[in-house]
């Protein structure tokens, strides 16, 4: 069940996230807003995973806010992440779905019938006894998703969801990325694969060296390129 | 106990003294273990996931007193437990209970430091899965504790081993008295003094027999273990 709050929109102001010695975001300014999904494209070392674990909340700016729904320091109660290579608890696929719904505080007594609608959902019925560290990586990543949808979540990050799978697993990720979306989930992802992001995206954002270079509705973006970058991304050339 | 019987003869036989002493040791070193568990396991996950001033050297002291000498241990037990100690008054001196309590100063540091180290490493493992999901403080040590099970396993049969093994200072806070506070190892140490090294070897090879035993039943039940969680 939904609450009534919600950590959409969220918004970056003037956002810097400093590493050791190299800035990884650089005055970020954007606000995600509910809708269709929004992916995120760029280099190695753009900043898309630092911008997505900072929009999650697991980074604090070094400089700028983000805020969550309007507020500032907001729990992930409403918003999950599933990583580019899940870490998944030495139990059953079940087992974990279970962690993941007393974490998010769903009453015992729901999570049954819940973890069969998950498992369901992703494509893994008749795996529930199944030892989730022996999954193959697409059944890995995709237990990883249906344990972020167990926090019935407002905005779901997705880092590079599909890297390193082929083809098959990647087309059945993507299903499920587009079964969460038409649900009304927001879906915020990065990815390195343009033809993934004209596949998913509703709109695109462009980062390089830790700025947002393009951000623009999907169509646009990939028909119409404002920047030198975008355009040099959408055409394929090596953007360094 | 027959001083010159043949090992064998002894086991076989099923002298009741040394089942006895078998009994006794396998009780004091198993109860070491069990409440060297529950002290170190937590004090482990503890340091291993909060951050705090001095932390490294708690890391190394920990990491130091694995090797304590048993003796010393032995000796300060016993200061402690001597009439005119502290702690004379409760009057544990020479008791099995005494030596539960020096072997646990002796075991409780191994079963920190290893847990330490096996907790930590899981850590970096599920650091952003359970921040993901919102998982506190307490939540994190149990789910790890958890995690790390079948590495804690391992942590404990180290512990056990060194209990198992261990002669100084339970000979002197338990004084190795015939039928009360007698283990396999103290008698050993006894029958070896006196000469009587069949029945040194006899009781040296059920220790060891033991000790492979329950490094045996502990493996399997690991191994079983794995397969079922992956």
């Known amino acids: ?240 | 106990m027959q001083s010159d019987a043949s090992a064998l003869d002894l086991i076989l036989s099923g002298d009741p003294a040394l089942y006895a002493i078998v009994r006794l040791s396998l009780i004091v070193s198993l109860s070491a273990v069990a409440i060297s568990a529950v002290i170190g396991i937590p004090f482990g996950a503890l340091v291993a996931l909060t951050r705090f001033r001095g932390r490294e050297g708690v890391i190394v002291l920990l990491n130091t007193l694995m090797g304590l000498p048993p003796v010393v241990v032995g000796l300060a037990v016993y200061l402690a437990l001597s009439r005119s100690g502290p702690l004379g008054s409760l009057g544990l001196l020479f008791t099995p209970a005494a030596m539960v309590v020096a072997q646990t100063i002796l075991v409780t540091p191994i079963i920190a430091a290893l847990a330490r180290q096996a907790i930590e490493d899981l850590w970096q493992e599920y650091c952003d899965e359970l921040t993901a999901m919102n998982v506190g403080p307490l939540g994190r040590v149990a789910t790890l504790i958890l995690e790390a099970r079948f590495s804690l396993v391992v942590t404990l049969l180290a512990g056990f081993g060194r209990a198992a093994a261990e002669v100084g200072a339970i000979i002197i806070v338990g004084g190795n008295i015939q039928g009360y506070t007698r283990t396999m190892t103290t008698a050993i140490a006894l029958e070896t003094s006196k000469g009587d090294l069949p029945l040194a070897l006899g009781l040296g090879a059920v220790l060891i027999a033991i000790v492979i035993a329950v490094n045996a039943l502990v493996w399997f039940a690991r191994r079983a273990g794995e397969n079922f969680a992956g």
Do not use: C
């Open chain 1, 1 to 240: 069940m939904r609450a009534a709050s919600s950590d959409l929109p969220i918004r970056f102001d003037a956002v810097t996230v400093r590493g050791d010695a190299v800035i990884m975001l650089d005055r970020v300014s954007v606000q995600i807003e509910a809708g269709a999904p929004t992916v995120l494209v760029g280099p190695n070392g753009s900043g898309k995973t630092t911008f997505l674990r900072t929009a999650m909340g697991l980074i604090a700016p070094s400089a700028g806010r983000v805020t969550w729904g309007g507020a500032e320091s907001a729990p992930p109660l409403r918003r999950a992440f599933v990583f580019q290579r899940p870490a998944m608890l030495r139990r059953s696929a079940q087992g974990n779905l279970r962690y993941a719904l007393a974490a998010a505080r769903v009453p015992r007594v729901r999570h049954d019938a819940r973890i069969e609608e998950l498992l369901a959902l992703v494509g893994l019925d008749g795996f529930e006894r199944r030892p989730a560290r022996r999954l193959s990586g697409g059944e890995q990543q995709r237990l990883a998703l249906a344990r972020g949808l167990a926090r019935d979540p407002d905005v779901l990050f997705l880092d590079e969801p599909t890297a390193s799978l082929d083809p098959a697993a990647t087309k059945a990720i993507e299903d499920i990325i587009r079964a969460i979306a038409a649900s009304g989930i927001k879906v915020v992802m990065s990815t390195h694969d343009l033809g993934e992001a004209k596949r998913l995206a509703g709109e695109i954002v462009l980062l390089h060296r830790g700025r947002i270079v393009e951000r623009a509705p999907a169509a646009d973006f990939l028909g119409a390129p404002r920047t030198g970058e975008a355009r040099a991304f959408v055409a394929g050339e090596l953007l360094v």
